[in-house]
């Protein structure tokens, strides 16, 4: 009896360890999971999508399938993933497949979407670039014949396009009209082999360089010279920056790893706070409620992010009141009913808390 206990026991923690233990297999591509809290990562040798809790443990999120996955895209509740020349989607509360849409593509890659319900989507080896009906699950090829092959994609909703980089030697940056489908450059550059691309809460964009292995920083314009922020990488791929977190991740599709780098506006990496300090008051808000920070600091900034990432608003402050507490009052009819993000900076610390208005 003893030993059949033993033997059954040992096959449980066989079947745990299996079930568990989740490593990284050519990581492509990685998106942040704002609604839960956790990081999605596009697993191309495993034909796997992999979830990373907070607290760094890997499960698997979705599997089985048989391209890929590389680019991959949260739009609403479904993360949609780029699978040799199909683009299929999975609700992000159970990973089950509810998008499944061929588009007879050579080799889908890069994956964004707009504020109109389109995926934009690159084709890396035809050198084209889609645009899928998310509702409708049709699809329409809008830019063909380009020079070099598109790599990764990124949606400017204040430009009303999609701007994407590109493979190849001198690659440059490029943009297509998400109204026209006219395909503009934006900047030649010296680089080769230009991955990934992405953007922090401030405009500024980041792009993956497999020839210098580096990631390198640039104005919302483009208009400065490129800063490099990241160094010693291992063919970083596409790359996804958590406006929340302020945290930029990178894929090391050479060596198996995923590089998370934590900014501040000067570029340092900081330390997020969870603190008592912040409140927020009522919170579920039906109507008008109010932020306050207790610091002795006076000049403190707050921002407003949608569970997509996305800034919806800010405030600044320069005042205390007599308890040495900073207070903002905002209104419901400020924002859509839905989950949001409070973000608080003051004198050098970040703190961080949900808020819902109803």
């Known amino acids: 009896m003893k030993k059949i206990i033993s033997l059954t026991l040992l096959l449980i923690l066989i079947i745990l360890k299996t079930a568990t233990a989740q490593t990284y297999s050519g990581p492509e591509s990685v998106e942040y999971d704002y609604a839960n809290n956790r990081w999605l990562i596009a697993n191309t040798t495993s034909h796997q999508i992999l979830a990373r809790s907070a607290s760094g443990v890997l499960t698997v999120f979705a599997s089985n399938l048989v391209n890929g996955p590389y680019g991959i895209e949260i739009a609403g509740d479904t993360l949609f993933c780029c699978s040799g020349g199909s683009i299929k989607g999975y609700t992000l509360s159970g990973g089950t497949l509810v998008f499944n849409v061929n588009l007879g593509a050579s080799f889908l890659n890069g994956l964004t979407h707009d504020n109109n319900g389109y995926l934009w989507v690159t084709d890396f080896s ?36 999609c701007v994407f980089v590109n493979w190849g030697s001198n690659a440059p940056i490029k943009a297509i009209d998400v109204n026209t489908n006219v395909v503009t450059t934006i900047l030649p550059t010296t ?78 990496t900081q330390e997020i706070k969870e603190t008592d300090q912040l409140n927020i008051y009522p919170n579920p808000c039906n109507g008008n409620c109010q932020i306050s920070i207790a610091s002795s600091n006076h000049n403190i900034s707050i921002q407003v992010f949608s569970v997509d990432g996305k800034r919806v608003n800010c405030y600044t402050t320069t005042g205390l009141t007599s308890e040495g507490k900073t207070i903002i009052r905002v209104g ?27």
Request: zero cysteines; aromatic letters at 14%.
């Open 191 to 268: 680089f080769s082999n230009i991955d990934g691309i992405a953007r922090d809460g401030a405009g500024n964009y980041f792009i993956s360089v497999w020839g210098t292995q580096k990631v390198y920083k640039y104005d919302s314009a483009f208009s400065s010279a490129a800063i490099p922020v990241v160094s010693s990488l291992s063919s970083p791929a596409d790359i996804f920056y958590n406006v929340v977190g302020d945290t930029l991740a990178i894929p090391n599709s050479g060596n198996n790893t995923v590089t998370f780098v934590g900014f501040t506006a000067t570029g340092v």
């Open 332 to 358: 419901q009819n400020e924002f859509k009913p839905g989950l949001y993000f409070i973000e608080v900076v003051s004198g050098g610390n970040t703190y961080r808390d949900k808020i819902i208005f109803n």
């Open 126 to 161: 035809a050198k084209t670039i889609y645009k899928v009906n998310i509702a409708a699950q049709t699809f329409t090829q809008v830019a063909g014949s380009l020079v070099q092959s598109p790599n990764g994609i990124i949606y400017d909703d204040v430009n009303s396009r």
